[in-house]
């Protein structure tokens, strides 16, 4: 298995609050994405990265931002949580854009 | 804009049967690539099979084959001698190729259950 960590793994945070949500990965690969999966819409992109410090918004991103500051982290930030952003969120990398993606084992975010 | 459909939101079959997912899509380019992801209770995604677009043969990966049709923007998924194992969401997805656009597009995915 691909060496992809998400943490939390389970978050309920109120309404306004910041939330930071932290993808680590042993595989030194380049790609890194950050989904969102909510019943009926399959997963949306919400940020990419394709290096340090090079992110890029993906088609959900209002509300949320991005670093990437080593190769192996990738953190996601709602800067004012909204009961909106309830979801599960994955993270996911690759190697090259159309190599396979591995993915972690979800988030599950509760905005109450 | 690309799109992806799924039309199918739940199947059931028999342990053993085979069964065929279905994945439409829309786009305007030429040159792309398809996926098929697994997502069981567990809830990791897991790559299932992909298909180059340029590619005339169907990608086939052990009981799993796709019917790739290019021209009817088609790419259905069959799971030949089910198992209980390949109880599931299954989710489709395109991108395109080349650019920098590296988004993968999905659809709103098939429950697959497999029953003994």
């Known amino acids: 298995d691909a060496g992809i960590t998400q943490s939390p793994r389970h978050k309920v945070t109120e309404t306004g609050t910041p939330v930071t949500l932290r993808c680590h990965q042993t595989?030194?690969?380049?790609?890194m994405y950050w989904y969102r999966q909510d019943p009926g819409h399959g997963l949306r992109l919400i940020h990419y990265s394709y290096g340090v410090k090079d992110t890029d918004k993906g088609e959900v991103s209002d509300g949320y931002s991005v670093s990437r500051s080593k190769t192996e982290d990738f953190l996601l930030t709602l800067e004012s949580a909204t009961s909106s952003q309830t979801s599960v969120y994955f993270c996911?990398?690759?190697?090259?854009?159309?190599?396979?993606?591995?993915f972690g084992q979800g988030t599950r975010l509760t905005v109450v | 804009a690309q799109t992806v459909t799924q039309s199918q939101p739940e199947m059931s079959v028999q342990e053993a049967e085979t069964v065929t997912l279905s994945c439409t899509y829309d786009t305007s380019e030429s040159n792309y690539y398809l996926f098929w992801y697994k997502q069981p209770p567990s809830r990791q995604m897991i790559l299932v099979i992909r298909q180059e677009a340029y590619k005339q043969q169907n990608a086939t990966e052990n009981r799993f084959s796709v019917n790739f049709q290019k021209a009817a923007k088609s790419f259905s998924l069959k799971i030949s001698d089910s198992q209980l194992g390949d109880t599931a969401m299954y989710f489709c997805?395109?991108?395109?190729?080349?650019?920098?656009?590296?988004?993968?597009?999905w659809g709103a995915g098939t429950k697959l259950i497999i029953k003994p």
């Open positions: 997805a395109f991108m395109k190729q080349g650019g920098s656009n590296y988004q993968l597009i």
């Open positions: 996911a990398i690759s190697e090259k854009v159309v190599t396979e993606a591995f």
């Open positions: 595989e030194n690969h380049r790609y």
